[in-house]
T-cell receptor
Framework: GAGVSQSPSNKVTEKGKDVELRCDPI?????LYWYRQRLGQGLEFLIY????????KSGLPSDRFSAERTGESVSTLTIQRTQQEDSAVYLC???????????FGPGTRLLVL | DAKTTQPPSMDCAEGRAANLPCNHS???????VYWYRQIHSQGPQYIIH???NNETNEMASLIITEDRKSSTLILPHATLRDTAVYYC?????????????FGTGTRLTIIP
């Protein structure tokens, strides 16, 4: 079956612009996660959704970052007024339920010039 | 979640079994052992997980010691496409901690 998909696969933007990253989880998966991976580094947790609610937003680095999920399906991660340090691969994962195995998408590679 | 220790790198000849070790000496009874891998420029790929018993699926086998303080991921017939960074993660799924914490992993290189 279809896995987690993310779009765009690559995004180049100028410092100060806003960007929206999209995640389509595996159908029927109630939990959805966003992570960030800077070049050569490990995964950094950003936010977790159970259904359309976000019980854990502890990893969002600043108020420039926000995320929402609708219809217990698609999620968007929005970064406002992008900075060069926001350059990274943004990874989305989903799981059938909380606590179960997380399956990752291919990521969106964001480059802020 | 308990900390894990993995060798930073390993080589394995193509067609041979790749055995990747992981130490998790502070693991608690509720914590599962998960393995993921990340091939260059791709998202992490789930491989296998287990609690106490050895597990096998189409990708790999997971051997967990009786005291659960270490485990070994076995790729039975390594191919060049298995070259990746392999992450061993210990995760407690009972306390609402949903985040996965990836360490530095083992960089496995399959040699032709």
């Amino acid at each position: 079956g279809a896995g987690v998909s993310q779009s765009p696969s690559n995004k180049v933007t100028e410092k100060g612009k806003d960007v929206e990253l999209r995640c389509d989880p595996i159908s029927g998966h109630t939990a959805l996660y966003w992570y960030r991976q800077r070049l050569g580094q490990g995964l950094e947790f950003l936010i977790y959704f159970q259904g359309n609610s976000a019980p854990d937003k502890s990893g969002l680095p600043s108020d420039r970052f926000s995320a929402e999920r609708t219809g217990e399906s698609v999620s968007t991660l929005t970064i406002q007024r992008t900075q060069q340090e926001d350059s990274a691969v943004y990874l989305c994962a989903s799981s059938r339920a909380r606590g179960e195995t997380q399956y990752f998408g291919p990521g969106t590679r964001l480059l802020v010039l | 979640d308990a900390k894990t220790t993995q060798p930073p790198s390993m080589d394995c000849a193509e067609g041979r079994a790749a055995n990747l070790p992981c130490n998790h000496s502070t693991i608690s009874g509720n914590e599962y052992v998960y393995w993921y891998r990340q091939i260059h420029s791709q998202g992490p790929q789930y491989i296998i997980h287990g609690l106490k018993n050895n597990e096998t699926n189409e990708m790999a086998s997971l051997i967990i010691t009786e005291d659960r303080k270490s485990s070994t991921l076995i790729l039975p017939h390594a191919t060049l496409r298995d070259t990746a960074v392999y992450y061993c993660i210990v995760r407690d799924t009972n306390f609402g901690n949903e985040k996965l914490t990836f360490g530095t992993g083992t960089r496995l290189t399959i040699i032709p």
